[in-house]
């Protein structure tokens, strides 16, 4: 890596600076004699487990499809589901393993010479396309096989881990948040990202330094997704639908009050008598009933 590099990048921010510096050099060195197939089967046999088991699981493959060389796709696709099995991979890995090798085939997944000529955005919309391979696959391919100078996987865990640890952070920044911090780091984010996994290692090792300052991330808003309008019809129907729900209730509501009897009086035999009830119905009937005024207009006040 030229001094260049370095001297830009510890201008831009002060804080990645005294991390490099900290670090030393960048030993980032890509694997570009790899093809991308070999790269991605060997992806899918790492998600969700340790580097042994995957690397157990691989071994099993190259001798079972491959005779101890790593399988071609055509060797894959004639390998059998339960052989697949039998080398350790899951239901699930084994769809997306052969998904791999038929899109590899019909060239959806291109070889290294292909691949160079792409930039960033189309190889990560290609090789998605492919089961069980997502964008924090296809960008440890940038990084570690193609060697391309301005990835920065904000969804790699061990990249916001470091950047809590160099810059002093009291929680995990967020993917959205660190993408629009890492935009002073262009076009060298590859590098960035490289010095932030190292940050872990000088942290488990204890010498990893303070930050120069102080930083805040900027705020990244949460805009909820715009709720679509109704059409005109149905917007008809239902203030339709709700007036009769209104009419109903009020109309069964008032048979309820007629129709509810006077609740009865205990007695101490046993018995039950609604003559108080009674009795005071005739009395709130005698009174004379009043009537409201109507207020005066103004003009007589």
């Given at each position: 890596?030229?001094q260049?590099i370095i001297?830009?990048?510890?201008r831009?921010?002060?804080v990645l600076?005294?991390?490099?510096r900290?670090?030393g050099?960048c030993r980032l060195?890509p694997?570009?004699?790899?093809?991308?197939?070999?790269t991605?089967?060997?992806?899918?046999?790492?998600?969700q487990l340790?580097g042994t088991a995957?690397n157990?699981?691989l071994?099993r493959?190259?001798?079972?499809?491959?005779?101890?060389?790593?399988p071609t796709?055509h060797?894959?696709?004639a390998?059998?589901?339960?052989?697949l099995?039998?080398?350790?991979f899951?239901f699930?890995?084994v769809?997306?393993l052969?998904?791999l090798?038929?899109?590899?085939?019909?060239?959806?997944v291109?070889?290294?010479?292909?691949?160079?000529q792409?930039?960033?955005?189309?190889?990560?919309?290609?090789?998605?396309q492919v089961?069980?391979?997502?964008r924090?696959?296809?960008?440890?391919?940038l990084v570690f096989?193609l060697?391309?100078?301005?990835?920065?996987?904000?969804?790699?865990?061990?990249?916001?881990?470091g950047?809590?640890?160099?810059y002093?952070?009291?929680?995990?920044p967020?993917p959205?948040?660190?993408a629009?911090?890492?935009?002073?780091?262009?076009?060298?984010r590859?590098?960035?990202a490289?010095?932030l996994?190292?940050a872990?290692e000088l942290?488990r090792?204890?010498?990893?330094p303070l930050?120069?300052?102080?930083?805040?991330?900027?705020?990244?808003?949460?805009?909820?997704p715009?709720r679509?309008?109704p059409r005109?019809?149905?917007?008809?129907?239902r203030a339709?639908?709700s007036?009769?729900?209104?009419?109903?209730?009020?109309?069964?509501g008032?048979?309820?009050k007629r129709?509810r009897p006077a609740p009865?009086?205990?007695l101490?035999?046993?018995g039950?008598?609604?003559?108080?009830l009674?009795?005071?119905?005739?009395r709130r009937r005698?009174r004379?009933r009043r009537?409201?005024?109507?207020?005066?207009?103004?003009?007589?006040?």
């Open positions: 890596m030229s260049e001297d830009q990048l510890a831009v921010d002060p600076g005294g991390l490099m900290a670090v050099p060195a694997e570009a004699d790899c093809h991308p197939f070999q991605l089967a060997r992806a899918i046999a790492h998600q340790n995957a157990t699981i071994k493959l190259t001798e079972s499809c491959g005779a101890g060389l790593f796709p060797q894959v696709l390998a059998s589901r339960e052989s099995r039998a080398a350790g899951s699930a890995k769809a997306a052969r998904d090798a038929e899109k590899t085939l019909a060239e959806v291109p070889d290294v010479a292909t691949l160079l792409l930039d960033d955005a189309e190889i990560i919309a290609r090789l998605t089961r069980g391979i997502g924090w696959t296809v960008e440890m391919l096989q060697g391309r100078p301005d990835v920065l996987p904000v969804d790699d865990f061990g990249v916001r881990s950047f809590q640890a160099a002093g952070l009291s929680r995990l967020r959205k948040a660190l629009a911090w890492g935009e002073r780091w262009k076009p060298y590859t590098t960035a490289w010095y996994w190292r872990l942290k090792a204890g010498t990893l930050p120069e300052e102080r930083i805040r991330l900027p705020r990244i808003s949460r805009r909820r715009a679509s309008r005109p019809a149905a917007t008809a129907r339709r639908t007036r009769a729900l209104r009419a109903a209730r009020r109309s069964s008032s048979k309820a129709a009865a009086r205990a101490k035999g046993g039950t008598s609604s003559a108080p009674r009795r005071a119905d005739a005698s004379p009537t409201r005024r109507s207020r005066a207009p103004a003009s007589r006040r």
